[in-house]
């Protein structure tokens, strides 16, 4: 059997400390880290030194923001020039709880043993919640739709197959696109149902509907939702992708219409920054019907300090 070299490929944008901690988890369940920031600026300098410092542990900088997609592609990059057979895509902020990264090892080596077109291997729960995704067993394999990048393991075999990440994307949609791409070749996401991986879906805000909190039986509602910045990429990819797809893959573009319906129901008529959502839900539609894609130039409020972008 050949030897197996699994480096994980982490981005980061202005992360906090908590990245030493998260990394800790991948540092001694891999062979190597490979970290690529995307241009957080001087203030993050000692705290990504203190990372490199790690003997398994590669730190990429990039001079200027370029996005999520270009940031793990060129962490991939890395990887393979390192020996690496196998990849795990992780957030800044996602953690490994202990036996992750062998049991999707183990997963993968039984899929593919018994013949199954296993693309990539990922944990069932994100933070404790299992996605809507459509789901369905093959066999005795769990498969599912889009799984995302964070806690995301596949073998080189499927990135060489598939191709890089969507850099024109920039952010957000970037898992889909490529995950739909896995499945044009045949290769499907198998899900282990015991794992979770711990990482944020969002920022938790209090529910309000014409300046008044929600409140359902005695409890203040809260929804989870992503700044308007966020928002606009979500809708400005997804709609490019569905416009792509919709011929294809009449499914994918129904199930996205009526999400962002959802999405949009949420953020506008329960969430905070209404009239900022509204804007960006616009224009995020606009530039995806004028195709226009990179790195926007739009502004929007201000940005915490802990969103990649």
């Known amino acids: 059997m050949d030897e197996v070299r699994t480096f994980a490929v982490v981005s980061c944008y202005r992360p906090g400390r908590d990245l030493i901690k998260n990394l800790e988890s991948a540092v001694s369940q891999t062979d190597g880290v490979v970290v690529v920031d995307d241009a957080s600026g001087v203030g993050w300098s000692s705290l990504l030194h203190e990372l490199e410092a790690r003997p398994t542990v590669t730190v990429a900088r990039h001079d200027k923001n370029l996005g999520i997609a270009r940031t793990l592609n060129d962490g991939v990059d890395?990887?393979?020039?390192?020996?690496?057979?196998?990849?795990?895509?992780?957030?800044?902020?996602?953690?490994?709880?202990?036996?992750?990264?062998?049991?999707?090892?183990?997963?993968?080596?039984?899929?593919?043993?018994?013949?199954?077109?296993?693309?990539?291997?990922?944990?069932?729960?994100?933070?404790?919640?299992?996605?809507?995704?459509?789901?369905?067993?093959?066999?005795?394999?769990?498969?599912?739709?889009?799984?995302?990048?964070?806690?995301?393991?596949?073998?080189?075999?499927?990135?060489?197959?598939?191709?890089?990440?969507?850099?024109?994307?920039?952010?957000?949609?970037?898992?889909?696109?490529?995950?739909?791409?896995?499945?044009?070749?045949?290769?499907?996401?198998?899900?282990?149902?015991?794992?979770?991986?711990?990482?944020?879906?969002?920022?938790?805000?209090?529910?309000?509907?014409?300046?008044r909190p929600v409140v359902v039986r005695g409890r203040e509602v809260t929804v989870r939702v992503h700044p308007p910045w966020r928002t606009y990429y979500i809708y400005r990819n997804g709609l490019t992708l569905a416009r792509e797809r919709v011929r294809s893959n009449p499914r994918f573009a129904l199930g996205w219409a009526v999400g962002m319906i959802k999405r949009a129901v949420i953020s506008v008529g329960l969430g905070p920054e209404k009239r900022q959502q509204v804007r960006a839900i616009v224009l995020g539609t606009l530039d995806a019907l004028g195709g226009r894609l990179g790195k926007s130039t739009r502004r929007f409020p201000a940005r915490r300090d802990d969103d990649p972008e």
Not at 120 to 132: E, R, T
Not at 185 to 202: E, I, K, N, Y
């Open 78 to 211: 890395l990887a393979l020039s390192k020996g690496a057979t196998h990849l795990l895509f992780l957030d800044q902020d996602s953690a490994l709880l202990d036996g992750f990264v062998l049991t999707l090892l183990a997963l993968l080596d039984r899929a593919l043993a018994a013949g199954f077109p296993a693309g990539a291997v990922a944990p069932w729960f994100v933070d404790g919640h299992a996605s809507n995704k459509p789901s369905r067993m093959a066999g005795e394999f769990q498969i599912r739709e889009e799984p995302i990048q964070s806690g995301l393991l596949m073998p080189v075999s499927t990135w060489r197959a598939v191709g890089r990440f969507r850099e024109e994307f920039f952010i957000d949609c970037v898992d889909t696109e490529h995950y739909l791409r896995m499945r044009d070749r045949g290769l499907l996401a198998v899900f282990d149902r015991t794992l979770d991986l711990p990482h944020s879906l969002g920022t938790s805000a209090q529910a309000t509907m014409l300046g």
